[in-house]
C-alpha cells in the first residue's frame, strides 16, 4: 500500500545510546520532513528534506541528524541519546514544499529513553 | 516559535451537534491545513485553504479563513461519534519549506 512507512514502532534506549529511526514513502514525495510530538506541545518540526541531498533544519534540530541519499528514504538518527528526546517522532511527506497537496504521515515510532 | 495555536484545547459535544474549533497564527502564510489524528496514529490531511481563500467545505467540515486576523476555524457539522481526534491546524508561516503545527484541540463526541 501507497504510504509512509516508519520503523520500529516501538523503542527503549538508554541514555548515550544512539540509533536510527527509518522512514521511507512509496509515493515520489520530493518533501519530507520529521517531527516530535510531546504532550502539551502540538508537533515540532526537527529536520526537513526538499529533494534527495537537500536538508535543512527545522525548530528543535539539536541531536538529531538525517540525511537524504534517495528520494524514498529519510532516516533520522539520534547521535547519543537523552531522556529529554523520550516522545513520539513522526515521519511525513509530500508531493511538493509548498503542501499544496497535504502531508502523509506515517504512523509512528514511540521512543524511550531511560 | 511559528506555531499556531488551536481553542478550545478540549471540547465535549453531543453526537448530532456542530462542533467548532479555532487556530490562531502568527506570520503571513501561503496556505493553511487541518489534520486529525485519532489516539496512537499519525496525522490525516483533512482540507487545505489557500491564503486567498475565504471558505472551503468537504463533506461535513467547513473551514474559514481570515488573514487579516490571522485566524481559521473548523467546522463540523452533525458530528458522529468517530469524529473524537485530535485536530490541528498548520501553517507554511509563508516558507513554503516548513510547516509548523498547533498544539490541537481535543475533541470528544458523546453517543
Known amino acids: 500500500n501507497a504510504g509512509v512507512t516508519q520503523t520500529p514502532k516501538f523503542q527503549v534506549l538508554k541514555t548515550g545510546q544512539s540509533m536510527t529511526l527509518q522512514c521511507a514513502q512509496d509515493?515520489?514525495?520530493?518533501?519530507m520532513s520529521w517531527y516530535r510530538q510531546d504532550p502539551g506541545m502540538g508537533l515540532r518540526l526537527i529536520h526537513y528534506?526538499?529533494?534527495?541531498?537537500?536538508?535543512d533544519q527545522g525548530e528543535v534540530p539539536n541531536g538529531y541528524n538525517v540525511s537524504r541519499s534517495t528520494t524514498e528514504d529519510f532516516p533520522l538518527r539520534l547521535l547519543s541519546a537523552a531522556p529529554s528526546q523520550t516522545s513520539v517522532y513522526f515521519c511525513?511527506?509530500?508531493?511538493?514544499?509548498?503542501?499544496?497537496?497535504?502531508?502523509?504521515f506515517g504512523s509512528g515510532t514511540r521512543l524511550t529513553v531511560v | 516559535s511559528q506555531q499556531g495555536e488551536e481553542d478550545p484545547q478540549a471540547l465535549s459535544i453531543q453526537e448530532g451537534e456542530n462542533a467548532t474549533m479555532n487556530c490562531s497564527y502568527k506570520?503571513?502564510?501561503?496556505?493553511l491545513q487541518w489534520y486529525r489524528q485519532n489516539s496512537g496514529r499519525g496525522l490525516v490531511h483533512l482540507i487545505l485553504?489557500?491564503?486567498?481563500?475565504r471558505e472551503k467545505h468537504s463533506g461535513r467540515l467547513r473551514v474559514t479563513l481570515d488573514t487579516s486576523k490571522k485566524s481559521s476555524s473548523l467546522l463540523i457539522t452533525a458530528s458522529r461519534a468517530a469524529d473524537t481526534a485530535s485536530y490541528f491546524c498548520a501553517t507554511d508561516a509563508g516558507t513554503g519549506n516548513q510547516f509548523y503545527f498547533g498544539t490541537g484541540t481535543s475533541l470528544t463526541v458523546i453517543p
Open positions: 511525513a511527506s509530500s508531493y511538493s514544499r509548498s503542501g499544496s497537496y497535504g502531508y502523509t
Open positions: 509515493m515520489n514525495h520530493e518533501y
Open positions: 528534506s526538499v529533494g534527495a541531498g537537500i536538508t
Open positions: 506570520t503571513s502564510i501561503n496556505n
Open positions: 485553504i489557500r491564503s486567498n481563500e
